[in-house]
């Protein structure tokens, strides 16, 4: 929790931001440069990257999936009772 209070908490965002392939260019630079001087943040950035890391490859992981038979009769079942 003390990661929370210390000086590094206005670039929680750009971090969340930064690990999820989102932040504009101009903010990189600096980010990058805290990272590289705040094992805190280095921390927390991994830890962050391990969750949005998936998230932003979901197209990729999820494509292949389709729904059974049984699944598809019963979503049809479901909105023909709506």
Known sequence: MKRF????GRYR???CLLA???LPEPEKDEIE???AAC???RKYYQEIKTVTVPLTNWA???ANLQP???VQTR???AVQAA
């Open 5 to 8: 209070f210390n000086g590094c």
């Open 13 to 15: 965002q750009s971090l």
């Open 20 to 22: 999820g392939g989102a």
């Open 33 to 35: 440069n805290h990272l």
């Open 39 to 41: 094992a805190d943040c």
């Open 60 to 62: 990729g992981n999820f």
């Open 68 to 70: 059974g038979q049984a």
């Open 75 to 77: 979503w049809a079942r």
